[in-house]
């Protein structure tokens, strides 16, 4: 074969996925397995969304409704934004993606930040844009700095808040400063894939920065049903942006996009709000617990506001990940990241937290980091 590969392509770096169970226990040969390094949720979906996934397995022989009307009609409700403001997504990155689709063109520039989703990147760079990427500064993003690098040609902002891999969050007073001073032509996309674990005070008023747009940029808020409402094996997301940006949006979103089990899935997660208080309940003291007891060990833990923890081990991280598959313990390490001394935890099960804990106190020991 004689492949004209673009140059834009030559340079893109797949997305490196967590390691599995299965393949850890296949590596290892170790069995139960936990996995607290996708920043899942352990406890699982509703089981209302199970019994509704169920019922519907005898009509996959059908076409979903291209238009997700039930399900956009449930977050609307959910949110108070109107159906026109919603455009669902295969995943929130989906979203990420229609909107470089509709707004970045070659030679264009799009700002983020580094450390954060490595997706943001990936699409800009497929659709020949250029990527200003600001380091974080003292863990959060530098607003600042990302002020100073827009220009005429920035068509989009992504700012992750909570951040990934930091948990860190942008007071909301810096947000409001910082969305006057960025020109009415630049889409800011606040990610809110962790927002549900947000103290409520941190959390940003999107409903007020969408609807208000007079004299300022536009936003988008991104938002996903594989975080608090445990359905990652599904793959469903929506953003939250104003009418005039949902259309162009939905102009370059392929017909469905979101298959019949996951609109099933993801309205009776939205319905179940019992369920939906105790997950982020139970996330958020077993986020305290754990920076506790790890804190207790020696270690540095940053602060978070999203299902994770950033954790520095005080030696090599990677070792540290090393020792902990060894035991059945899939953690993400950090060191592609730029925080060698680092591992990344999520929350888990009060069993799998005890069973991390312990793991980690033995290999720290062992390792002298501590």
């Known amino acids: 074969m004689k492949l004209h590969i673009p140059k834009n392509l ?4 797949p997305y490196p996925p967590g390691k599995t169970q299965g393949e850890l226990e296949r590596e290892y040969g170790v069995a139960n397995s936990i ?10 979906p509703s089981p209302k969304v199970v019994r509704a996934l169920r019922s519907s397995l ?21 949110t108070g934004f109107n159906p026109d403001e919603i455009v669902v997504g295969n995943g929130s990155n989906e979203v990420i993606e229609f909107l470089v689709k509709a707004f970045v063109r070659q030679g264009d520039e799009v700002i983020s930040s ?16 250029e990527n200003f990427v600001v380091p974080l500064r003292k863990m959060k993003h530098d607003l600042e700095a990302i002020q100073d690098v827009v220009s005429e040609k920035t068509r989009l902002i992504f700012l992750d808040n909570p951040n990934n891999p930091t948990g860190s969050s942008l007071n909301p007073l810096e947000v409001y400063t910082f969305f006057s001073k960025v020109p009415e032509s630049v889409i800011v996309v606040l990610d809110e894939a962790y927002v549900d674990f947000m103290d409520n005070e ?13 004299g300022r940029c536009p936003v ?8 608090v409402y445990g359905l990652p ?22 017909p469905f996009n979101i298959n019949q089990m996951a609109q099933v899935g993801a309205l009776a997660a939205l319905e179940d709000q019992d369920y939906y208080h105790y997950i982020v309940d139970v996330t958020r003291r077993g986020r305290a617990h754990l920076q506790t007891e790890m804190e ?14 950033l954790v520095n081990v005080g030696g090599d991280g990677q070792a540290v990940y090393e020792a902990l598959l060894r035991k059945g313990v899939i953690v993400r390490p950090m060191t592609a990241y730029g925080f060698a001394d680092c591992i990344r935890v999520t929350i888990g099960t009060d069993v799998e937290n005890t069973r991390f804990l312990e793991s980690l106190c033995e290999i720290l020991r062992g390792l002298g980091c501590v």
């Open 35 to 44: 996995k607290l390094a996708s920043n899942e949720n352990a406890w699982g």
């Open 10 to 13: 030559e340079k893109i770096i």
């Open 202 to 214: 941190q959390q940003v008023d999107v409903f007020s920065l969408i609807r208000n747009t007079k």
């Open 58 to 78: 005898t009509t996959i022989h059908r076409y979903p409704d291209s238009s997700c009307h039930d399900l956009i009609q449930g977050i609307a409700g959910k």
């Open 296 to 309: 207790g060990l020696g270690c540095v833990v940053y602060p978070s506001q999203a299902n994770f923890l």
């Open 220 to 227: 988008v808020s991104l938002r996903t049903f594989s975080k």
């Open 233 to 254: 094996g599904l793959r469903v997301g929506f953003g939250l942006m104003p009418g005039e940006i949902a259309g162009c949006l939905n102009k370059v979103r392929q």
């Open 114 to 129: 580094h450390p954060s989703f490595l997706m943001y990147q990936k699409f800009v760079q497929v659709h020949g844009g």
